[in-house]
């Protein structure tokens, strides 16, 4: 609490967190059947207490990325222009990185015992770098077991709009609904770039979702 009307905060917390698996013969075989992300943000704030009913917020959003790993089958024998499938390897991507957003929103009380809020997070593109391995290459082939390079990915997060409202039941109960718009539609391909190898692209082409 700086003053009567300013207050600064800090927040860290986990807005997005996924990890999935399935089998390696599965749909996702050369798309990726194994992926883990792990994400941290830290969200410096600040709030402005207009008058005694309404309040508005702006905070940074800095997000940093630990880890993504990403696991898939690679057609090695169609890539050196074989008949597809008859030399599969595996892939694995391995990046770290970061992104800067921002958020804003207002606080409003209607009653003394109601309130209402909406706040806006922005979408956060996020630069990844790392490790590319194509291992478990067929001896057949003649190019060694496994291939290394370095990989670059740009992670791209929903922007937000969420909704708010609150009422007092009593002073132990407080009931509240909320609705939350995510734009997924930014989420549209997992470009990979590699050096000294073809670039990756995975078409996705998620829809905008509603919580």
């Known amino acids: 609490q700086i003053n009567e009307e300013l207050t600064a905060g800090l927040g860290i917390n986990t807005p997005f967190g996924l990890s999935k698996e399935y089998r390696k013969d599965s749909f996702a075989q050369f798309v990726g059947y194994y992926s883990c992300l792990s994400l941290v943000q830290i969200n410096p704030t600040i709030a402005y207490k207009i008058n005694d009913k309404v309040s508005v917020g702006f905070g940074l959003d800095f997000d940093y990325v630990p880890g993504l790993e990403m696991k898939s089958q690679f057609d090695v024998g169609a890539a050196n222009g074989l008949t597809p499938g008859g ?114 692209s995975g078409p996705r082409n998620w829809d905008n979702s509603y919580i």
């Open 87 to 200: 030399f599969i390897a595996d892939a694995e991507v391995d990046v770290d990185g970061s992104g800067w957003g921002y958020n804003a929103g207002v606080l409003a009380e209607i009653s003394d015992n109601q309130r209402v809020g909406v706040s806006y997070r922005s979408g956060i593109d996020l630069d990844l770098d790392g490790d590319y391995k194509i291992k478990n290459i067929p001896a057949a082939l003649g190019v060694g077991s496994t291939i290394a390079t370095t990989s670059h990915a740009t992670l791209r997060l929903p922007a937000m709009i969420k909704a708010g409202y609150a009422v007092d039941v009593n002073e132990k109960l407080t009931l509240e609904f909320d609705m939350d718009w995510l734009e997924w539609s930014r989420f549209e391909n997992t470009d990979i770039s590699l050096d000294g190898l073809p670039n990756i």
